[in-house]
């Protein structure tokens, strides 16, 4: 799905920001990229989406070359990208007029555009907006979501969607992503909260425009060390299955999410006859 070779990228002020970046993702593979502020995760976003360059190497999105400006509608078909802030993403006042503007450019036939609305307005539970500029924050990321999702695009990059939501904002934000990815979408998330990198298959370290560390989820383990060198914060339920590791009680959970951890645990207590009073 995304392949990309030897890239370096510099700012037209000199910046460096990546360095001989070697990347490939498989078609509905999840990946979370990580990294301190200024590592570079905006800038390799941006790159994998087209809407930067490579300053040296190449950035495939399903073969197409970011570079080819022949393919650029097909690029834009292909791989959709979701900012920070919503309030940057969003032009129409109407919500139903902003997810039709991509539609449009990319010549989606009217009939078309409104069947592809009416589905992903009730699919996104967004049916009652109607003034994009009235929404909250969490309501206005659903809708740039929902505008990216119109074009139906087989990848998705996210670039800390949910740092400007309140922690109900930020759930629902999460949830919305990780069922995407249950859909079957390719999902590359850059993510400044730690815990939601269990939801990843693969783990991308950025450090200064490097890659610095790279593993799958399920290696997490053995690479916490990793991710304190970094000044990175260790995922809560991570550290809470360890530390009942050294306490010689091992929790085998399928899913990283608190729900199933205190399921295991409930599981691991009840043969201990634990009652309370
Ligand atoms: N438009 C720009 N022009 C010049 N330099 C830039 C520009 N955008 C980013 N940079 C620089 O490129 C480097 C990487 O920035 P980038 O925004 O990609 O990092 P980041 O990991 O996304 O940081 P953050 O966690 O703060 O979002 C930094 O040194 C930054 O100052
Ligand atoms: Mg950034």
Do not use: W
């Not at 890239?7 to 037209?12: A, H, N, P, R």
Request: hydrophobic letters at 45%; one cysteine or more.
């Amino acid at each position: 799905m995304i392949a990309i070779k030897d890239l370096d990228y510099i700012y037209k002020s000199g910046v460096h920001a990546l360095h001989s970046i070697n990347v490939h993702i498989k078609k509905g593979e999840f990946v979370a990229i990580v990294g301190h502020n200024g590592s570079g995760k905006s800038t390799l976003a941006k790159l994998m989406a087209g809407i930067e360059l490579p300053s040296q190497g190449t950035v495939l999105i399903n073969n197409i070359n970011t570079k080819d400006k022949s393919r650029i509608l097909d690029l834009r078909k292909t791989i959709g990208i979701v900012f920070q802030n919503p309030e940057n993403q969003i032009v129409f006042e109407k919500v139903t007029d902003d997810m039709a503007f991509g539609l449009k450019n990319l010549g989606v036939p009217p009939a078309e555009i409104d069947t592809r609305i009416a589905h992903i307005t009730k699919m996104m539970k967004i049916e009652d907006f109607s003034d994009a500029f009235d929404l909250s924050m969490g309501q206005k990321q659903r809708v740039t979501i929902a505008s990216v999702l119109a074009m139906q695009p087989a990848c998705i990059i996210f670039d800390e969607p949910t740092a400007m939501l309140d922690p109900k904002g930020k759930k629902d934000i999460h949830t919305i992503i990780v069922d995407l990815h249950k859909k079957g979408l390719t999902i590359v998330y850059v993510t400044n909260v730690i815990d939601e990198v269990l939801s990843a298959d693969r783990i991308i370290i950025l450090n200064h425009g490097h890659i610095q560390y790279e593993f799958k989820k399920e290696e997490l383990f053995d690479n916490i060390e990793k991710l304190k060198e970094l000044g990175l914060e260790t995922p809560m339920i991570v550290d809470i299955i360890m530390r009942l590791k050294n306490k010689g009680i091992t929790m085998a959970i399928k899913d990283y999410t608190i729900d199933n951890l205190i399921e295991a645990l409930l599981e691991t207590i009840s043969p201990l006859a634990v009652t309370v009073s």
